[in-house]
């Protein structure tokens, strides 16, 4: 088990450009999680999944933004029309329903910079 | 909705020294889960600590420790002898494991420096 896996590490898009990031959870994890983080805060909570249902979207989470999860193991963050205000680190985390304390594991993110 | 305040965005000690970080939170919840992640510079985030709202006890994991206070709502971390390897940003963060809310609602955060 190598952890949580994300790609790219780093997208750099012109405004209007479509973008697409994958997330690999830890295998045996059915809860997967996608966060935001601006420079100089903390996370935000965007979605997130039990298997390949998704159960909770937070208002930041726009029209332009679609996340999948087709087969409950790795998951997709679309985000069509970029915006530069879109520029974040986007963060994916998983968890094992019922596991010891509710920890979530997190990848080490994909970096987008919208010009 | 929950808030987590965490008051200092940074803070600098001298190796082996003994440091606080403080965080508040605002809940109407009885029952939720306490974090402390270390985020160090272009690594990926990492959990320090965690606390059950329903025990009494701190939770302590070797140099670190917490100060749970749950009617005051603070939920301080203290790192005992501290590392260069410590120097990191630190996040508090807060989930309510009920309903259908399962995200975790993190602080601003703190950025630590060791110095040596």
């Known amino acids: 088990d190598t952890g949580v896996s994300q790609n790219p590490r780093h997208k750099i898009t012109k405004r209007g450009q479509n973008v697409t990031f994958r997330c690999d959870p830890i295998s045996e994890h059915n809860r997967l999680y996608w966060y935001r983080q601006t420079l100089g805060q903390g996370p935000e909570f965007l979605t997130y999944?039990?298997?390949?249902?998704?159960?909770?979207k937070s208002r930041l989470l726009s029209d332009r933004f679609s996340a999948e999860r087709p087969k409950g193991s790795f998951s997709t963050l679309e985000i069509q029309r970029t915006e530069q205000g879109d520029s974040a680190m986007y963060l994916c985390a998983s968890r094992s329903l019922g596991g010891h304390m509710n920890e979530q594991f997190f990848g080490p993110g994909t970096r987008l910079t919208v010009l | 909705a929950q808030t987590v305040t965490q008051s200092q965005p940074e803070m600098s000690v001298q190796e082996a020294e003994t440091v606080t970080l403080s965080c508040t939170y605002d809940?109407?919840?009885?029952?939720?889960?306490l974090f402390w992640y270390k985020q160090p510079p272009s690594r990926q985030m990492i959990l320090v600590i965690r606390q059950e709202a329903y025990k009494q006890q701190n939770a302590t994991e070797n140099r670190f420790s917490v100060n749970f206070q749950k009617a005051a709502k603070s939920f301080s971390l203290k790192i005992s002898d501290s590392q260069l390897g410590d120097t990191a940003m630190y996040f508090c963060a807060f989930m309510s494991p009920g309903g259908g809310a399962d995200g975790l609602t993190f602080g601003k955060g703190t950025h630590l420096i060791i110095q040596p």
């Open positions: 999944f039990q298997n390949e249902a998704q159960l909770e």
């Open positions: 809940t109407s919840e009885s029952n939720y889960y």
